[in-house]
């Protein structure tokens, strides 16, 4: 599993622009199944993305697709974690269980 941390690196104008086509890419992923939750930080400075991707090598592919990454708007964390508690309604999320 995955936290994707993004933090803006343009003026919140620059981000307003890409929001829908941003919107669109979240979508298709969580379509997939590749996306648990998003949102945004607090103060807004930027966003935080969970994911099951298989691999930090298939998260790193997918964010390739954000409109934020292709128009430079933020950086990217990708931080690799393996749940060992969880709340069960979060048990089909978690791999092998």
């Known amino acids: 599993m995955f936290i994707i941390s993004l933090?803006?690196?343009?003026?919140?104008?620059?981000?307003?622009i890409h929001i829908p086509e941003h919107n669109?890419?979240?979508q298709k992923y969580y379509d997939s199944g590749h996306f648990i939750t998003s949102g945004r930080k607090e103060p807004r400075t930027g966003g935080i993305i969970i994911s099951n991707?298989?691999?930090?090598?298939?998260?790193e592919q997918i964010i390739k697709?954000?409109?934020?990454?292709?128009?430079?708007?933020?950086?990217?964390?990708?931080?690799?974690?393996?749940?060992?508690?969880?709340?069960e309604n979060?048990?089909?999320f978690?791999?092998?269980s």
């Open 7 to 16: 933090t803006y690196k343009t003026p919140l104008e620059s981000v307003e």
């Open 24 to 26: 669109n890419f979240l």
């Open 53 to 59: 991707a298989q691999s930090k090598d298939e998260a």
């Open 65 to 87: 697709e954000d409109p934020f990454y292709i128009h430079h708007i933020a950086d990217y964390e990708i931080i690799e974690f393996i749940p060992s508690k969880h709340n």
């Open 90 to 92: 979060f048990k089909s």
């Open 94 to 96: 978690i791999k092998d």
